[in-house]
């Protein structure tokens, strides 16, 4: 098992999205980036506990390691169970989230929402970390209306056994509108003893390195999307060819297909597409053509055509 105080600092790491960090695309970003932390998609603790077919959005290969395990809710006891069932998994550790911004998360007093209650954060936080020897972090924001709460809520974190917090800086209210503000994220470091990791706007290693200042690591999210060199320096992008990039992408496609049935692969590997043509002459028409394909066959023929 990797330990996440051993990983290489700066830590860089691809944030948990729904949809988006399946083990498909981990796997792809693992096998490009060998030093790259990764998490699972963000997942319901009460899916996990109801559910085998959520439950097996936590399961990895173990190539994928480090690999962490992101879990949201509001029940206590329910995050304490978890821990001790996914701890012999081999996991690198768990993560909480209090950040989604989302309306449906929001709404049933999840992710974000739960900045507004800190003392039941704080008790997840204890419950989880008291169930379990894997380091338990936390992924948050800068605040449910602004950044005055962010020293206080994460310190509260950390005295409740949270071994490292990242920080997406924009409040929960904002969700992904105007631009992220990461001088709150370098106060709070200040306040802290325990690793601080930003997030938020970065499309490059070198825009995370920049960022980073103090900081303990940066974490990289919408930008990885069909983008697994997101952690490359530009120098080496900039040499892809578009036959590297149709080759990694079926490579990609092919093991989503490996987890899943034909029509859910081509309908959900769509929002990769972008990410994966982006650059290249004719982009738009490429991407609509391969989005018209109707089986697996027919877009394995449409992607080697591009590559040829």
Same mark, same amino acid.
């Given at each position: ?6 990983l ?19 796997? %792809? ?15 319901? &603790?009460?899916? %996990? ?6 439950r ?7 190539? #994928?390691?480090?690999? &962490? ?6 029940d ?5 169970? %978890?821990?001790?069932?996914v ?8 993560? %909480? ?7 449906r998360? &929001?709404s049933?007093?999840?992710? *974000? ?9 704080? *008790?997840?936080?204890?419950?989880? *970390? +008291? $169930?379990? *020897?894997?380091?338990?972090?936390? +992924? ?10 962010? &020293? ?5 974190? #950390? ?12 409040t929960?209210?904002?969700a992904?509108?105007? /631009?992220?503000?990461?001088e ?8 802290l ?18 960022q980073?200042?103090?900081?303990d ?19 080496? =992008? ?23 049935? /034909?029509?859910?692969?081509?309908v959900?590997f ?10 290249f002459?004719? $982009?738009?028409?490429?991407?609509? /053509?391969?989005? #018209? ?8 023929l449409?992607?080697? =055509?591009?590559?040829?």
């Open positions: 098992m990797t330990k996440l105080q051993n290489p600092r700066p830590l860089m790491a691809l944030a948990p999205m729904d949809g988006v960090t399946d083990r498909a695309f981990r796997q %792809i970003v693992r096998k490009l980036n060998p030093g790259v932390l990764l998490y699972s998609e963000f997942t319901n &603790v009460n899916g %996990i506990v109801h559910s085998s077919k959520v097996e959005r936590l399961l990895f290969e173990g190539a #994928e390691l480090p690999y &962490v395990v992101q879990i949201f809710g509001r206590p006891l329910l995050f304490a169970q %978890i821990a001790r069932e701890q012999d998994l081999g996991i690198t550790g768990i993560d %909480i989230n209090l950040g989604c911004p989302s309306k998360v &929001v049933g007093g999840n992710g *974000a929402a739960l900045i507004k209650e800190p003392d039941l954060a704080f *008790a997840i936080v204890e419950a989880t *970390a +008291k $169930a379990t *020897a894997l380091p338990v972090t936390v +992924k948050t924001r800068l605040g449910w209306a602004d950044a005055s709460t962010l &020293v206080g809520f994460a310190k509260g974190l #950390e005295s409740a056994g949270a071994s490292l917090i990242t920080v997406h800086g924009r929960a209210k904002m992904y509108r105007g /631009e992220a503000d990461w709150p994220i370098y106060e709070l470091k200040k306040e003893k325990i690793p601080v990791l930003g997030n938020g706007d970065l499309r490059s290693l070198e825009q995370g390195m920049e980073l200042k103090d900081l690591g940066f974490m990289i999210g919408r930008a990885a999307v069909g983008n697994p060199w997101v952690f490359w320096p530009q120098e080496q =992008r900039d040499k892809l060819t578009l036959k590297d990039k149709v080759d990694v992408m079926l490579e990609h496609f092919t093991l989503l297909r490996r987890y899943q049935s /034909e029509h859910k692969t081509l959900e769509r929002k990769h597409l972008g990410g994966y043509l982006s650059g002459r004719d $982009a738009k028409a490429l991407r609509r /053509e391969l989005m #018209e394909t109707q089986t697996e066959q027919d877009f394995t449409a992607a080697l =055509r591009l590559a040829s």
